[in-house]
């Protein structure tokens, strides 16, 4: 069934709120099939928003459930993936390499990188794809190992400066 809300392309909603550029891909819940897919697919039922321990799936301005890392990371519980009935989340709970489809970046307003000591975000990181290079003035550069990473984004919940975020790596095929 569509609404109006439906038949209004991203693009002139941007326009008509004053935002003329091109909004940023929406980070869809681990295991989603690609974007074009994942729309057709899921029916906005909120059922993956409702089992999420951690609260991090949202609707989105069109209703699509979507990620965000604000306040928590994701737990790879798969509660959402065992809720969804559409396939708009597809795969298997053990793979948490095929969750994501994205990386996180580092931005230079870092704290450790301005010379403060913080290491919040490697400390929290689960797999330790955080490292520290100590530079000259007690600064510190941070660096993600994008092998190691699994996108779970507790970093991003924890940095007290929003210095990290989120950069799709690749197109999902399915």
């Not at 069109?62 to 989340?89: Q, V, W």
Request: overall charge neutral; glycine content about 6%.
């Amino acid at each position: 069934m569509n609404t109006a809300t439906d038949q209004i392309s991203p693009s002139r909603r941007n326009f008509l709120r004053g935002n003329i550029s091109n909004r940023a891909r929406q980070i869809r819940p681990p295991w989603s099939v690609n974007d074009v897919l994942f729309r057709d697919k899921c029916d906005r039922c909120d059922d993956c928003l409702d089992a999420c321990p951690e609260s991090i799936i949202y609707r989105d301005d069109d209703g699509y459930p979507s990620i965000n890392f604000s306040n928590a990371g994701c737990t790879y519980c798969a509660e959402c993936l065992e809720s969804c009935k559409s396939g708009a989340l597809h795969g298997l709970r053990s793979d948490i390499d095929q969750a994501w489809n994205h990386s996180m970046r580092i931005s230079e307003n870092c704290l450790s990188v301005t010379g403060v000591v913080c290491r919040a975000c490697g400390d929290h990181c689960e797999t330790r794809a955080i490292r520290f290079t100590l530079l000259t003035q007690g600064r510190s550069l941070p660096e993600i190992n994008s092998r190691s990473c699994n996108g779970c984004g507790q970093c991003i919940a924890i940095c007290p400066t929003n210095a990290i975020s989120i950069h799709e790596t690749k197109e999902r095929s399915l």
